[in-house]
């Protein structure tokens, strides 16, 4: 597979839809999104990616950000969305950065832009493909809250203009944002402080087993038995606060619920770390045996079946 296989064309609305609401992160939260110069990836005839250009959110970032007026706001964009397929993604190298590079071209072959804003939310991903397409960094946004309102069925909405005052619902620590410039009008001086993008580091398995076992204290006489017990035990508080959430918000997992299980999942780690510890071996060795032996039997056809030796 090589890039002479994708093109890059415009695509309608109703197009981006399925590749938004399968792999946009921003699914969980709002099905909803802005139309406006949506530009499809193509792999052949097939739409395996969507990169969707619109105005800036609001009026006064444009005015906090470069500080122009209303009637000097034009030629400015935001790419709103991105999403690629992960199965073309994984496949191709560089292959999101090659599409926005190509989006962007194909934008400004037919409309003014003096700046495009991008925003990579902290919660999910860190923007390293705007980085690799040349858009300057500029540090987080400030901190803010949301309005979430109650529903009838207990789970909760973003409240997103208007008085909230009569509303039932709670505030909320809004995720922040990376924020990315990718600036064609030299003329512009932007307000914000231009940082130096560094990309946070991944941990490796067999590193966080190393630190986890320096905070694993217990007696040598439980070794085994007690990270047998507490993954067992921290299992379950993931498993409560699933139920909770099917209890109290009709199965809604909004992103506050989705932390707090996400802290249980961390727990959990921490426990499956001890006892790999304590069997004398490494995650990542675990992790490869899984993975062989789930690829042997996706291979042999017994994916589905039952037992452990088939």
Same mark, same amino acid.
């Given at each position: 597979?090589?890039k002479?296989?994708?093109?890059?064309?415009?695509?309608s609305?109703?197009?981006?839809?399925p590749?938004?609401?399968?792999?946009?992160?921003?699914?969980?939260i709002?099905?909803?999104?802005?139309s406006g110069?949506?530009?499809g990836?193509?792999?052949?005839?097939?739409?395996?990616?969507?990169?969707?250009?619109?105005?800036?959110?609001?009026?006064?970032?444009?005015?906090?950000?470069?500080?122009?007026?209303?009637?000097?706001?034009?030629?400015?964009?935001?790419?709103?969305?991105?999403v690629?397929?992960?199965?073309?993604?994984?496949?191709?190298?560089?292959?999101?950065?090659?599409?926005?590079?190509?989006?962007?071209?194909?934008?400004?072959?037919?409309?003014?832009?003096?700046?495009?804003?991008?925003?990579?939310?902290?919660?999910?991903?860190?923007?390293?493909?705007? =980085?690799?397409?040349? %858009?300057?960094?500029? +540090?987080?946004? #400030?901190? *803010?809250?949301?309005?979430?309102?109650?529903?009838?069925? $207990?789970?909760?909405k973003?409240?997103?203009?208007?008085?909230?005052?009569?509303?039932?619902?709670?505030?909320?620590?809004?995720?922040?944002?990376?924020r990315?410039?990718?600036?064609?009008?030299?003329?512009?001086?932007?307000?914000?402080?231009e940082?130096?993008?560094?990309?946070?580091?991944?941990?490796?398995?067999?590193?966080?087993?190393?630190?986890?076992?320096?905070?694993?204290?217990?007696?040598?006489?439980?070794?085994?038995?007690?990270? =047998?017990?507490?993954? %067992?035990?921290?299992? +379950?508080?993931? #498993?409560g *606060?699933?139920?909770?959430?099917l209890?109290?918000?009709? $199965?809604?997992?909004?992103?506050?619920?989705?932390?707090?299980i996400?802290?249980e999942?961390?727990?959990?780690?921490?426990?499956?770390?001890?006892?790999?510890?304590?069997?004398?071996?490494?995650?990542?060795?675990?992790?490869?045996?899984?993975?062989?032996?789930?690829?042997?039997?996706?291979?042999?056809?017994?994916?589905?079946?039952?037992?452990?030796?088939?």
């Amino acid at each position: 597979m090589t890039k002479a296989d994708y093109s890059v064309r415009l695509v309608s609305k109703a197009s981006c839809v399925p590749l938004l609401h399968n792999y946009h992160y921003l699914s969980d939260i709002s099905k909803g999104f802005k139309s406006g110069f949506n530009v499809g990836l193509h792999h052949r005839d097939h739409l395996v990616g969507v990169c969707i250009f619109t105005g800036w959110p609001v009026p006064e970032l444009l005015k906090g950000c470069f500080g122009l007026p209303r009637t000097e706001q034009q030629g400015f964009w935001e790419l709103s969305r991105l999403v690629l397929h992960p199965k073309y993604q994984k496949e191709e190298h560089n292959l999101a950065s090659w599409f926005v590079s190509r989006s962007v071209k194909l934008l400004r072959s037919s409309h003014e832009v003096r700046s495009i804003l991008s925003y990579a939310d902290k919660g999910y991903h860190q923007g390293t493909v705007y =980085a690799a397409s040349n %858009f300057k960094y500029y +540090g987080l946004s #400030a901190p *803010k809250k949301d309005f979430w309102i109650k529903q009838p069925d $207990g789970s909760f909405k973003k409240h997103s203009r208007g008085p909230v005052k009569q509303l039932e619902g709670e505030w909320r620590t809004r995720t922040r944002k990376h924020r990315f410039l990718l600036t064609y009008d030299k003329s512009l001086l932007c307000k914000w402080q231009e940082e130096k993008w560094k990309k946070e580091p991944e941990v490796k398995l067999d590193d966080y087993q190393t630190q986890a076992s320096k905070t694993a204290i217990y007696n040598d006489t439980d070794v085994i038995i007690y990270p =047998a017990l507490g993954l %067992f035990s921290e299992a +379950g508080e993931v #498993a409560g *606060k699933v139920k909770k959430v099917l209890r109290d918000k009709n $199965g809604h997992f909004d992103p506050v619920e989705r932390e707090k299980i996400a802290d249980e999942v961390g727990d959990v780690l921490w426990y499956m770390a001890a006892l790999c510890t304590d069997l004398g071996i490494g995650m990542e060795t675990i992790a490869q045996r899984n993975l062989d032996k789930l690829n042997s039997r996706m291979a042999r056809g017994v994916i589905q079946g039952s037992g452990d030796n088939r």
